[in-house]
T-cell receptor, first 115, second 115 residues
């Protein structure tokens, strides 16, 4: 059972380059989200989706774009990379049962460096 | 603003001693609260959650957490620490904003258990 799969695991970009971080889940979860993890700041929500075709902004959406065309996939696009986007990125999904709370399943992360 | 705070950057405890990792929250209404653990170079894993009911909730790996509404706290506890418990621990609160539910994380507390 693969769970949440993120690719790539590591990436180095130059300022101004664009790229897409991939996230796929095989648990048929409706809810998917992207977080970035920075030292001393914990995890901050970038974007999230409650189902195919539905996305919304989190705490730190600037410089990132998302779309959700299928239940399984939720890619994160960096439009023009900046050094401030150097971080570890986590994708997470949940069955989204509000009554039981959002129990998130996380991928293993993508470590991104922008030079 | 709805938020969660972890006042300690690091907690040090000797193996076999009880441990407490602190968390306080600020949300309107009845909170949904969570604890997650992150081992080195891994994504976050769910430990336990409080939705309603008994103020003491039990989770994975022998951890438990106590919900205290009057003190707006949700401290993580374990009666006897193991070296293998050394990791980064995150408290999170579920909030309803913009028409959807999302998890807001604290900055994290590093737990170091010494032999």
């Amino acid at each position: 059972n693969a769970g949440v799969t993120q690719t790539p695991k590591f990436q180095v970009l130059k300022t101004g380059q664009s790229m897409t971080l991939q996230c796929a889940q095989d648990m048929n979860h409706e809810y998917m989200s992207w977080y970035r993890q920075d030292p001393g700041m914990g995890l901050r929500l970038i974007h999230y989706s409650v189902g195919a075709g539905i996305t919304d902004q989190g705490e730190v959406p600037n410089g990132y774009n998302v779309s959700r065309s299928t239940t399984e996939d939720f890619p994160l696009r960096l439009l023009s990379a900046a050094p401030s986007q150097t971080s570890v990125y986590f994708c997470a999904s949940s069955y989204g049962e509000v009554a039981g709370g959002l129990k998130l399943f996380f991928g293993s992360g993508t470590q991104l460096s922008v030079l | 603003a709805q938020s969660v705070a972890q006042p300690e950057d690091q907690v040090n405890v000797a193996e076999g001693n009880p441990l407490t990792v602190k968390c306080t929250y600020s949300v309107s209404g009845n909170p949904y609260l969570f604890w997650y653990v992150q081992y080195p170079n891994r994504g976050l894993q769910f430990l336990l959650k409080y939705i309603t009911g008994d103020n003491l909730v039990k989770g994975s790996y022998g951890f438990e957490a106590e919900f205290n509404k009057s003190q707006t706290s949700f401290h993580l506890k374990k009666p006897s620490a193991l070296v293998s418990d050394s990791a980064l621990y995150f408290c999170a609160v579920q909030v309803f904003s913009g028409g959807y539910n999302k998890l807001i994380f604290g900055a994290g507390t590093r737990l170091a258990v010494h032999p």
